[in-house]
């Protein structure tokens, strides 16, 4: 069941969104080669706290099979080829990498989630063309996010655009509901039909997440079971917000 925020829950959510927005723009600031995804997971908790909010993964418990674990981080911090939920550890990065910084706030009762995709110093053209393909695409998918308006439209408008630029869409993750919980209904794909899916209506709050990769679809998990990387080891990127309908379209919570 999809649920639907009052006004005074939103606005709650939207100043969680902008301490979130501003925590994500001093981890960018911080993005460049010899620093450790541990030191960024470091500084985005402390920052975190410091407004007074809560970490929205660390100690998330994510169902894989039959296994319940808790996420260990606040942060995600997928590199290269990896898509998300990444671990941050003591890897450190190198000029021509490109990184996804995925992250939640949990603040007065709410969570609100983002993510990015940043360069690391000089990275190929290539690269570059992905990380702005995706963001784009995030940003076409946020038009299509208005009453009567369906699921589908969104998906299919992400999807369209993304192959057009001769990338794919991954298929087996997606966007979600969020407000008293992290997760919750729907589950949006970046993918599909238009004028299929649920209707969207006003008051409802949800992420739109493309996530991209310059190969095939295709995904697999990660060696510590945690995160989600590319099949065939080429490069993926990811960008997120958090956003609400109201009458006069669409809000975009996760800004400054």
């Known amino acids: 069941m ?104 949990f603040y007065k009762g709410f969570h609100t989630d983002m993510a990015i995709t940043l360069a690391v110093g000089k990275v190929s053209p290539e690269a570059q063309r992905l990380i702005r393909v995706t963001k784009k695409a995030l940003k076409r998918g946020i038009k299509k996010a208005k009453v009567g308006n369906t699921f589908g439209d969104i998906g299919n408008t992400i999807q369209r655009y993304v192959e057009s630029q001769g990338f794919n869409v991954v298929r087996e993750l997606c966007g979600h509901g969020i407000g008293r919980e992290l997760h919750e209904d729907p589950k949006i794909l970046n993918y599909g039909k238009r004028h299929t899916g649920e209707e969207i209506k006003e008051g409802m709050v949800f992420c739109l997440e493309p996530m991209v990769t310059m190969g095939d679809w295709k995904i697999r998990k990660t060696k510590d079971g945690y995160g989600y990387q590319t099949q065939d080891g080429s490069l993926s990127a990811h960008f997120e917000h958090t956003i609400a309908i109201t009458k006069n379209g669409c809000r975009i919570l996760t800004m400054v």
């Open 2 to 105: 999809i649920s639907i925020k009052t006004k005074e829950e939103i606005e709650i959510m939207a100043e969680g969104g902008k301490i979130l927005a501003k925590i994500i723009k001093e981890l960018e600031k911080k993005i460049r080669p010899g620093i450790t995804t541990k030191e960024l997971d470091r500084l985005a908790e402390s920052l975190i706290l410091k407004s007074r909010g809560k970490c929205s993964f660390k100690g998330y418990k994510s169902t894989d099979g039959e296994t319940v674990r808790p996420y260990p981080n606040c942060l995600c911090t997928s590199i290269n080829e990896e898509i998300v939920h990444c671990i941050p550890s003591d890897r450190v990065l190198k000029e021509g990498d490109i990184i996804s910084l995925d992250l939640g706030i």
